[in-house]
């Protein structure tokens, strides 16, 4: 997974024609961290389909704000330069494997 900045997310995620994942963490967040083997899990395993991005929310709050990102870990799945769904919260492989195939 890669970390993204403000300066890279046009680039990183509302450009590429495949399904973004964009993880919103803290490093101080416990269930972020327990999130990040599952996270690589999936990007390994839907490898062309999908990509997933990390946006750390503490360093960067403009794009956090813009999102209204106020607790983490919180998802996003960007199609098409456009937010299709949302999630907050740590979820199990399963559940993040439904939610993105109904994205």
Partial sequence: MKQITKADFETEVLAPPVLV???FYT???GPCRSLQPTLMEIESEQSGKLKI??????????LASRF??????N???????????????????KDLLAWIAQA
């Fill in 21 to 23: 994942l964009v993880d």
């Fill in 27 to 29: 490093e101080a967040c």
């Fill in 53 to 62: 991005v990390k946006v750390n929310a503490a360093e960067e709050s403009e």
């Fill in 68 to 73: 209204g990102v106020n607790n983490v870990p």
């Fill in 75 to 93: 998802l996003f799945l960007f199609r098409n330069g456009q937010c299709v769904a949302q999630r907050l919260g740590a979820r199990s492989k």
